[in-house]
């Protein structure tokens, strides 16, 4: 069974730090595209940080380019947003998914191209 889930969401104040996780189960993310995806209440789904399934380049939305940064960790089938300098507009329910093939700027403009999707995690960012 496949299973994508996501960790270590909570509440933060402006300018603070936060690690997301998310553990795979049923498939190897070293075969697979990742990302991470937020969605802000009212808005819709937008990527945020996703890696190429290939060749592991990078993709950053603009809004986080400098403050978050995706990475991996294939021994532990796990990846990992680091979020620093938080800021209000980063609240939003996180999401981990993953797609068996594709470029990671095509994907993160694009989340209908995942496959798996975990359930999401709570960041609430104070002011």
């Known amino acids: 069974e496949v299973q994508v889930v996501e960790s270590g969401g909570g509440l933060v104040q402006a300018g603070g730090s936060l690690r997301l996780s998310c553990a795979a189960s049923?498939?190897?993310?070293?075969?697979?595209?990742s990302g991470w995806f937020r969605q802000a209440p009212g808005k819709e789904r937008e990527g945020v940080a996703c890696i190429s399934s290939h060749d592991g380049t990078t993709y950053y939305a603009d809004s986080v380019k400098g403050r978050f940064t995706i990475s991996s960790d294939n021994h532990k089938n796990t990846r990992y947003l680091q979020m620093n300098n938080l800021k209000p507009e980063d609240t939003a329910v996180y999401y981990c998914?993953?797609?068996?093939?594709?470029?990671?700027?095509?994907?993160?403009?694009?989340?209908?191209?995942?496959?798996?999707w975990g359930k999401g995690t709570l960041v609430t960012v104070s002011s």
């Open positions: 998914a993953a797609a068996l093939y594709g470029d990671s700027d095509v994907l993160c403009p694009d989340p209908d191209g995942m496959d798996y």
């Open positions: 049923g498939f190897g993310f070293d075969d697979y595209a």
